[in-house]
């Protein structure tokens, strides 16, 4: 995804109106044709020798070398009619985005030269209705014509072009005053200066000084070999509320039902809302399971949130319990178009069973784990690594999954395939809560694992890690035990100078004993 370098690069500009090209008739300024041959009159944007020596037929310019061994070519295409953009609609973008398809194969890049007041929510929708982008696609314009002595045209619409031409950035993006940011970030934040655009919750992709710096972390990665999709049914009926302090509930419509947009703008908002509204064949769950889900980078979602998605709310969850419940004899519900025999869904079961129960246990999906218990799997068939549900609940720090599992008569004490218990990965994670219910179980470390302790409790006494020391003495290590050079955590955190480590384990040794407590029951 680094700088293109082949000797030509193609692009298509597409020309949809606004104040670039703009002319004054009687007094008023309208979207103006001709776009093409101006720009062949400007030498920044057209090398006329080299487009003669090519042979280029008249709507194809070529710029002058930005970089030697290289050349942007670019046909322009002027739509009919030329629209100010504040006349434009959801069904003008996803025409753009048809225009696109219809030639996504024939160029390297694309540029869409649009009017300012409605450009971020034509980036937005963009956003959405060109799925799995392998090339650049970026919107310019400007707040003053190109006829203009001083104007913000010539140099939007030549950075956009150099950076659609010299860079492989798969998404749509939008290009104004020397900045490249994410189409579905930005908002109008003025109409008068140059600088009228603004991404508030994520940095340019790219700025262009006397160097292009681009931002690879923030850019996103094409999936793959992916074909372009051009999502072209968008719901129209959606709009824009804003909350105000006393807004009436009446107003809010309660009920209806939230979801969080977290730091969306409110133009990606309204695009993703027509996006997955106008998606064909959704449950209003798996619509609400989109708007929840970041989609095309419009959104940050807290990395918890991120980390642990919910099998049962997920359509792929739902799939698979609807499969594994066909072995159950249950052909009424048979999915349409799944012809398995019993023995093959029986097969598929069985290899899904553990994998799908640690997930759940892991992530603390007490639905979905409820849900494979009722259909009669064994809650303790180990995964690939050897681990049960028990391993991935504790690993995960997950109380309510270790009492269901426990409650469902669940080996307490299982190896997996190193030799790991349940109560050793709940201890390495400090989940006292986990350790306390294993212990209650009746979970005991092994010799070996209390062997190996006092090397890891010094490391612990060594870092002031009290927490890590409680989780230990809460699991029955012996706390005095001896770490690979004799020393104890205490002479350990005692040379360090950690006396809150310190005035615990002398407290264990006075008082509690630096010997664990004994398993109690459940
Ligand atoms: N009214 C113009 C438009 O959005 C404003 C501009 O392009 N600066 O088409």
């Known amino acids: ?54 042979g280029l037929p008249e709507d194809t310019l070529v710029l002058p070398p930005a970089i030697p061994d290289q ?68 919107l310019t314009g400007a707040q003053v014509p190109i006829h203009a002595l001083w104007n913000d045209s010539r140099e939007n619409l030549l950075g956009a072009l150099l950076m659609a031409g010299q860079y492989v950035i798969p998404e749509v993006c939008l290009f104004f005053q020397n900045q490249l940011f994410r ?7 003025d109409s008068r200066r140059f600088a009228a655009f603004c ?51 009446a107003l809010a419509m309660a009920g209806a039902g939230i979801v969080s947009g977290f730091d969306m703008t409110s133009e990606a908002a309204l695009a993703k809302l027509s996006y ?44 698979l319990t609807q499969l594994l419940t066909l072995s159950q004899g249950q052909t009424s519900q048979r999915p349409q178009g799944a012809a398995l025999s019993t023995q093959e869904a029986d097969a598929i079961r069985e290899a899904l069973v553990p994998s799908l129960a640690c997930a759940a246990a892991h992530a603390g999906d007490l ?38 599992l426990l409650r469902r008569g669940v080996d307490v004490d299982p190896r997996d395939e190193d030799g790991l218990s349940p109560l050793l990965l709940a201890v390495k994670g400090r989940h006292r809560g986990v350790i306390e ?19 890891e409790l010094c ?19 012996d706390l005095s035990s001896p770490g690979y050079d004799g020393r104890s955590a205490l002479l350990v955190a005692e040379a360090a100078g950690n006396l809150e480590v310190v005035t615990f384990l002398q407290n264990l040794k006075g008082g509690a004993g630096v010997q664990a407590p004994g398993p109690a029951t459940l």
């Open 1 to 54: 995804m680094a700088r293109a370098l082949e000797p030509q690069r193609r692009l298509l500009a597409v020309y949809t109106g606004g104040t670039i090209g703009m002319r004054s008739e009687q007094g008023v300024l309208v979207p103006g044709s001709g776009l093409a041959a101006v720009l062949r009159s400007l030498p920044m944007f057209h090398d006329e020798e080299y487009a003669r020596a090519c």
């Open 71 to 138: 050349r942007v070519i670019y046909t322009v295409l002027e739509c009919q009619p030329l629209f100010d953009s504040s006349d434009m609609t959801i069904t003008e973008w996803v025409q753009i985005a048809q225009t696109i398809e219809r030639h996504y194969g024939q160029y390297d890049g694309f540029v869409v030269i649009h009017g300012t007041d409605t450009m971020a929510f034509a980036a937005s929708v963009l956003s959405f209705v060109l799925e799995n982008l392998q090339k650049t696609v970026i």
């Open 183 to 189: 189409g579905n970030r930005v908002t109008k934040v």
């Open 199 to 249: 991404s508030p919750h994520l940095p340019p992709l790219a700025v262009m000084g006397t160097d292009v710096t681009i931002n690879w972390e923030l850019v996103r990665k094409a999936r793959g070999k992916a074909q372009l999709v051009v999502h072209s049914s968008m719901e129209r009926d959606v709009g824009l509320l804003r909350l105000y302090p006393g807004i009436p509930a």
């Open 276 to 319: 997955v509204l106008g998606h064909p064949g959704l449950t209003p769950d798996d619509r609400k399971e989109l708007l929840a889900r970041d989609l095309r980078g419009e959104m940050t979602l807290p990395t918890g949130a991120e980390r642990r998605p919910s099998l049962s709310s997920s359509a792929l969850g739902r799939g």
């Open 367 to 404: 639905e979905v784990l409820q849900a494979l218990g009722d259909l009669g799997s064994d809650l303790s068939l180990e995964s690939f690594n050897g681990q049960t549900p028990l391993h991935a609940a504790a690993r995960g720090g997950q109380p309510g999954a270790v009492t269901m």
């Open 437 to 455: 219910l294993l212990r209650a179980a009746g979970a005991c470390l092994s010799l070996q694992e209390l062997e190996d302790a006092g090397t």
């Open 459 to 477: 490391r612990l006494a060594a870092r002031a890690d009290l927490e890590g020391l409680q989780s230990w003495w809460q699991a029955g290590a």
